[in-house]
Nanobody
């Protein structure tokens, strides 16, 4: 069992920056960030592997959002730059045994953190 705790969400103006953190109680193969806007499905944002730091991003966030990890702290980050109103969503951290970009690739989920981007 892996517990995940997200933090760092909040209100930010369009064009601004925000950094989300996800502290994990244990280690799996990969960690991911997903987001869910009201009335929409949970969408993939980015993923990273613990061992090699390999990353993969959704096209909509490439060049603006960056996923990283701190192995010593068992923590994964999502640096959000040049944010847009369409980035508004609840952001979820996830842990899984495969390097995937769909919800079913991940076994453990955090409680989510709200990010709101004002225009």
């Amino acid at each position: 069992q892996v517990q995940l705790v997200e933090s760092g969400g909040g209100l930010v103006q369009a064009g601004g920056s925000l950094r989300l953190s996800c502290a994990a109680s244990g280690r799996t193969y990969a960690m991911g960030w997903f987001r869910q806007a009201p009335g929409k499905e949970r969408d993939f944002v980015a993923t990273i592997t613990w061992t090699h730091g390999s990353t993969y991003y959704a096209d909509s966030v490439k060049g603006r959002l960056t996923i990283s990890r701190d192995n010593a702290k068992n923590t994964v980050y999502l640096q959000m730059n040049s944010v847009k109103p369409e980035d508004t969503a609840v952001y979820y951290c996830a842990a899984g045994s495969s390097f995937g970009f769909v919800v079913r690739s991940y076994t453990y989920w955090g409680q989510g953190t709200q990010v709101t981007v004002s225009s």
